[in-house]
């Protein structure tokens, strides 16, 4: 049976793109796939802290190696890389904000980019370990940053395609919201386009 994990980050609520497409997405997969469990991560509304001390130092010790305070810090964290490692498939969702990802999405990725539990080190270099996992990001923008002049100031797409490689997640397909500053017009387009683009991927999934 197959397992979507749904991860929103935007603060704007029920106004957020990101976050209708995605959620709109997943419907329509689990549309093809009557079976499947969702399990959703609102970092928006949720927002995870970022790293401190003792965060940063519980969760590069094993489980048995931490003391009561660090075992508290990493009990989060632990829980986001099990619901990683559980999906068949990753929504991914976010603004482009200063281009680049929300910083809650940031969190969510430093609390799952796990040594020994989603890559590894070994002699021949870093190896993923959250590996045979479709992902697909949904980046809603005010401008067109997926090609033109401002497709260099897009530093979202590289990183995340990146930073999800290293753990092993080498298949990811991006869905855009683009050019939604550009008056009321190119606003309905570009959802008209997402949306359309959305019900393909589910029909080919």
């Known amino acids: 049976m197959p397992s979507i994990l749904l991860v929103t980050s935007s603060p704007r609520g029920t106004e957020s793109l990101s976050t209708k497409i995605a959620t709109e997405f997943v419907d329509k997969l689990k549309v093809q796939h009557p079976g499947a469990t969702v399990v959703t991560r609102d ?11 003792v965060t940063t130092s519980a969760i590069r ?70 590996t045979g996992k479709k992902v697909y990001v949904v980046l809603s923008a005010a401008g067109i ?37 550009f008056g009321p017009e190119a606003y309905e387009k570009a959802i008209a386009a997402a949306q359309d683009r959305t019900q393909q991927l589910a029909l080919a999934a």
């Open 43 to 53: 970092l928006g509304q949720n927002p995870i802290a970022h790293l401190d001390t």
């Open 61 to 130: 010790k094993p489980a048995d190696a931490r003391n009561s305070e660090e075992a508290a810090a990493a009990k989060l964290s632990d829980e986001l890389v099990a619901e990683l490692l559980a999906a068949d498939t990753v929504v991914l969702a976010t603004g482009l904000i200063n281009f680049n990802i929300y910083s809650t999405l940031k969190s969510w990725i430093d609390n799952v980019a796990r040594a020994g539990m989603t890559f590894r080190y070994t002699a021949e270099g870093p190896q993923g370990l959250a």
């Open 145 to 181: 940053y997926s090609e033109g002049p401002a497709m260099a100031m897009n530093h979202a797409v590289p990183y995340l395609k990146t930073v999800l490689g290293f753990m092993g997640m080498t298949d990811v397909e991006v869905i855009y919201i683009e050019g939604t500053a």
